[in-house]
């Protein structure tokens, strides 16, 4: 019944040429079923399971290896910061320029036709901009910004760092006792920190929907930080089945699969993003590719939307089940993009993409599934309540 | 009666012509967490190592094949109202579905426990 297993993971590694993160041993020494991921071997899921994982994550505290993903310094080369905000704002649709320092904010990179190249977070440290993007297009990200900002900017990849998130109701108590003042940080608020004496940088946010920390260190000091996160009894290793299950309900968008170069920030419902400056009539209106698109989105609408869905019985359905408007024939309107089980929703949770007219909370829709047409109705995001601190 | 199974970690109970199907501790524990299971109608005729049941983790969905030719004649509807039994009760309360076996020869290629359990590692 089970698709054949992979073979050990040291003989994947080996015949794949997949990397490892700095806590790769830690990992496996914890019980992770590795996989590969974006390049990557990495934790599927602990012997506790994606189930408990995820539950424990929403009740007490969870800790994630994300060291897969890209960090990246973008330092003006003026010495000033605001000119390095100025040049990143060529690349996206977010106000870069108003994010305060010690204040991070989501952020798109952007294609010529509005579609989405990558999301990312831009944080500013003062005399930089600190952007943390995904394993799957940092290479091509760093290249973008070399590319593009070569005028403006110096573009470091800061591949010596790992980066961890701790998250969960408990996360705050945790990490206090191992960086005195972290408490006092609200949702966004990021910068360099000392945690357990080792130069870290730590910001309040996460992709879970839960509150908590993500915390950049230095590769060779990673593994002594999450064994001492690890020690506390409220804290159990996350692997990335839980973390898609969480940030599923949280109602987040994952690339490649919920946005990618085909979705347009509009159609993404991320309109939230894209502060009033950057649209028609603001004071720095366009000027980042796409924006003509996008723009004309924003004002007129775009003809299709990502919306929530939830399945009325209990079978789960997921991304690339195709969306009817009936029970019986017609054509497909839209698409799932990511679905599953909610284990704190306790049911099939999904995201997808229905024309504008189906778009509307509540409307009735069918997912065909092993050639069934099972019933769904568009429900508002996020699935699970997002409990960040403001 | 006897015990057997297949390469794809599913196990048979056979009682005169009438084997009971699910699958085993090991395969439960590479699917995790079971969340749905879904089941073949019966009096459905199915031939041998076609996908007729599916059950679904928070991860996955994985196919289960019949491990031999036949007519279902019993599913179990516990599964319906509770699929974590696949997880905690595998090999007796999480039993999937009987079926009424064509042709007893399709049994010879099947395992007996110790050659399964070498399998399975």
Known sequence: MLASQPASSAALAQSSGLKRTPLYALNVARGGKMVPF?????????????LKEHLHT?????????????????????????????????????????????????????????GVLDDLMVANFGDHLFLVVNAACKEADEAHLRRELADACIVENLSGRALIALQGPKAEAVLSKLSPGVAGMAFMDCGPRQVMGIDCFVSRSGYTGEDGFEISVPAERVEALAAALLDDPAVMPIGLGARDSLRLEAGLCLYGHDIDTETTPV??????????SRRSGGARAGGFPGADVILAQLTGG???????????????????????????????????TSGGFGPSVNGPVAMGYVPASHA???TQLFAEIRGQRLPVRVTPLPFSPHSYKR | MTVLYTADHEWLRIEGDVATVGVTDYAQTQLGDVVFVDLPKVGRVVKKAEAIAVVES????????????????????????????????????????????????ELDGLMDEAAYKAHAG
């Open chain 1, 360 to 362: 509307a909370d509540a």
């Open chain 2, 58 to 105: 928070v991860k996955a969905a994985s196919d289960v094949y019949a491990p031999i030719g036949g007519e279902i004649v019993e599913t179990n509807e516990a599964l319906g109202g509770d699929p974590s039994l696949v997880n905690s009760d595998p090999a007796g309360g999480a039993w999937f579905f009987k079926i009424r076996i064509a042709d007893k020869s």
């Open chain 1, 267 to 276: 159609e993404a419902n991320l309109n939230w993003s894209i502060q009033k």
């Open chain 1, 302 to 336: 775009a003809s299709r939307k990502r919306v929530g869905l939830k399945a009325e019985g209990r079978a789960p359905v997921r991304e690339n089940a195709p969306l009817f408007g009936s029970a019986e024939g017609g054509e497909p309107v839209g698409l799932v």
């Open chain 1, 58 to 114: 929403r009740a007490s505290a969870g800790l994630f290896d994300v060291s897969h993903m890209g960090q990246i310094a973008l330092r003006p080369k003026s010495g000033k910061v605001e000119d390095a905000a100025r040049a990143l704002e060529r690349l996206v649709p977010q106000d870069i320029l108003s994010i305060a320092p010690n204040r991070q904010r989501y952020a798109l990179f952007t294609n010529a036709e509005g």
């Open chain 1, 38 to 50: 974006a390049g990557y071997e990495m934790p599927v899921q602990f012997p506790p399971g994606v």
